[in-house]
């Protein structure tokens, strides 16, 4: 059973920054032949896409809300994928989680069983 753990939420104040990190299991044999995306989700809202990234790293995509403050990377030695988060904004409070998408058609029908996500809130 493959397992996600999402880390590195906390609280920041707005301009802030943070990393986010999530380890897949030792249990992903070949990670890099995955694409990986970060999710969102925001209480009482639909949990969104906001970052993706190819197998070997070489191309990622970006919801527009988060393009050019938000960049994804991942190391496939590590099993890790990480996002960099600059510029936080108080609409950037969400859980975020990790995972990655079956189809390229639907960004719901994911791979592995969820992780428990990890926590970021953006207040001054």
């Known amino acids: 059973q493959v397992q996600l753990v999402e880390s590195g939420g906390g609280l920041v104040q707005p301009g802030g920054s943070l990393r986010l990190s999530c380890a897949a299991s030792?249990?992903?044999?070949?990670?890099?032949?995955?694409?990986m995306q970060w999710y969102r989700q925001a209480p009482g809202k639909q949990r969104e896409l906001v970052a993706g990234?190819?197998?070997?790293?070489?191309?990622?995509n970006y919801a527009d809300s988060v393009k050019g403050r938000f960049t994804i990377s991942r190391d496939n030695a590590k099993n890790t994928v990480y996002l960099q988060m600059n510029s936080l904004k108080p609409d950037d409070t969400a859980v975020y989680y990790c995972?990655?998408?079956?189809?390229?058609?639907?960004?719901?029908?994911?791979?592995?069983?969820w992780g428990q996500g990890t926590q970021v809130t953006v207040s001054s």
């Open positions: 995972n990655s998408k079956r189809s390229s058609n639907n960004n719901y029908d994911v791979r592995w069983p």
């Open positions: 030792a249990s992903v044999n070949s990670f890099s032949i995955y694409g």
């Open positions: 990234i190819t197998g070997g790293g070489g191309s990622t």
